[in-house]
């Protein structure tokens, strides 16, 4: 996994109880490694942001997009096996809100690494195991009917073996930009995971 900075959208309420439930029995170990989420920035469309760029200068370079984008609802699309590997996610409808959210990050003069593959905004459902036919079909067969809405954004900084820490969240909507959490803030911007994050690929 590439060293730098990730955006993400943590899910909230009944859909990340719904889609952690799966997790955990279609991949325990992604569950202690991660909580669910949709990676905006990263594994593709953009790569990961440069890792040396401060949570300082990620709040200036990103006001003016996190004030001026309402808070999105979603909803997830039919599992998928991503990008041609055994790796399952729930994808999110890549055009729309969500695409030009992305494309005003990528504008907003931050540098970003290559990405990998073409802008797929997803959510993990299973990432380590080799999974049997049964089981791989019992996945693809999976609804997720609650929706995903996306009011706030994080940015966690890999640094592999090290877990990856979080260095600012973000609200979205106008006037809510000063709510953006620095590393120490209510507990949440000193956050690290004990795993990868798992929609990195």
């Not at 997720?144 to 090290?162: A, G, K, N």
């Not at 006037?175 to 929609?199: F, M, N, V, Y």
Request: include cysteine; charge should be positive; proline fraction near 10%.
């Amino acid at each position: 996994m590439k060293r730098g900075i990730f955006v993400v959208a943590e899910l909230e309420g009944a859909v990340r109880d719904e889609v952690l439930a799966i997790q955990r029995w279609a991949d325990p170990k992604l569950t202690k490694g991660t909580t669910p989420h949709v990676t905006l920035i990263g594994s593709s469309g953009a790569g990961p942001i440069a890792p040396e760029t401060s949570a300082a200068r990620l709040r200036t370079l990103l006001a003016a997009v996190v004030s001026d984008t309402p808070p999105m609802v979603l909803h997830f699309e039919r599992p998928v096996r991503f990008m041609q590997t055994n790796i399952i996610v729930l994808p999110l409808d890549p055009h729309g809100p969500l695409r030009t959210f992305h494309e005003r990050i990528i504008a907003s003069g931050l540098r970003f690494q290559p990405a990998r593959f073409h802008f797929s905004p997803h959510c993990t459902l299973s990432f380590f195991p080799t999974m049997t036919p049964a089981m791989q079909r019992r996945l693809l067969r999976v609804r997720i009917e609650h929706p995903v809405i996306i009011s706030r954004i994080q940015f966690y900084l890999t640094r592999d073996p090290q877990p990856a820490r979080q260095l600012l969240e973000l609200t979205l909507g106008p006037g809510r930009e000063p709510a953006g959490r620095r590393p120490g803030e209510r507990g949440a911007g000193s956050r690290t995971r004990s795993g990868k994050l798992a929609s990195n690929r």
